[in-house]
């Protein structure tokens, strides 16, 4: 996945907010950026369905396999191999190998919008700020798996956005 070097400083920054909140409040139901969202684990090598709103307020999909190597963008210099990992390509700075939908949403969207600027990014920063929480919690939720070694091969198709 493309968050790159300042997402590692993004997770960094993000980790000590996170647990300051749900730890100052221990009466509170739930910290609610967590209730709002979820992890949903995907298996590589499955197709899954990458979903974002662009900025033209369109709905974009894109039908893709978990795992699948597109190489490097060489618009915003992303490496899209391990598509679906949250953590860029296959080997960016993660807490582990965790495969979950909202980073394989994000990865497809930032890949095909030619993304920058993480939550910035006019048509995938929504999709990044969803898969925060599938960064940091992706592995306790059970999305671990071992990074497959695909050859790089360039999408034959292109989002739907409508
Ligand atoms: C991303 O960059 C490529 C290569 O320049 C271009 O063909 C494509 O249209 C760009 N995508 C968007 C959504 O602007």
Redesign the pocket.
């Known amino acids: 996945m493309m968050f790159g070097l300042h997402a590692a400083a993004n997770l960094l920054g993000f980790l000590p907010h996170l647990y300051a909140t749900v730890l100052a409040e221990p009466g509170q139901k739930q910290f609610p950026e967590i209730s709002k969202r979820s992890v949903v684990c995907l298996k590589v090598g499955n197709t899954a369905v990458a979903t974002w709103t662009n900025s033209a307020g369109q709905t974009c999909s894109f039908t893709g396999l978990v795992g699948s190597n597109y190489g490097i963008?060489?618009?915003n210099e992303g490496d899209y191999s391990c598509n679906g990992r949250c953590g860029a390509g296959c080997s960016g700075a993660a807490v582990g190998n965790a495969y979950t939908q909202d980073c394989f949403s994000h990865d497809i969207c930032s890949y095909?919008?030619?993304a920058s600027g993480a939550s910035q990014d006019p048509?995938c920063g929504a999709a990044y700020d969803a898969a925060i929480d599938d960064t940091l919690f992706g592995v306790t939720s059970g999305c671990s798996q071992e990074n497959p070694t695909e050859q790089i091969k360039k999408p034959a198709t292109s989002p739907i956005c409508q």
């Open positions: 963008n060489t618009v095909f919008e030619n048509n």
